[in-house]
């Protein structure tokens, strides 16, 4: 008798479950925007900046509502965002940002 099994390939960490998980590959991510997102609140040039504009979050991100960054000089710094909308999707967070809605930190095979 043949036995099913369901394969599922996500991005970011698996919840507690019954689900057993094997780490493929990391990639790594960008903050994107739209032109016209830029051309609204401007240009970020450190991670500072984005700590009071509208931001589209990955709802199952693991990292919850900040983003954290790694400086020229090795030091960490965590950014708490202020989300505009929560998508609950890759494609709809590219899709959110692409639209102006915030601005995203996105895989970088999404991103361009």
């Known amino acids: 008798m043949r036995k099913g099994f369901d394969l599922v390939i996500r991005i970011g960490t698996l ?12 990639f790594p991510a960008r903050i994107c ?24 979050h990955y709802a199952n ?10 400086s020229p000089d090795g030091k960490e710094e965590t950014v708490n965002l202020t989300p505009a909308i929560y998508a609950n999707s890759i494609g709809m967070l590219v899709e ?12 970088s095979f999404f991103s361009g």
């Open 33 to 56: 925007a739209s032109p016209d997102f830029i051309d609204r609140f401007g240009m970020p040039t450190r991670p500072s900046d984005l700590r009071h504009i509208p931001a589209v």
């Open 61 to 70: 991100a693991a990292s919850g509502l900040s983003l954290a960054f790694n």
């Open 96 to 107: 959110s940002a692409l639209r102006g809605i915030g601005y995203a930190r996105a895989p």
């Open 15 to 26: 919840e507690d479950s019954g689900l057993i998980a094997k780490r493929l590959c990391g």
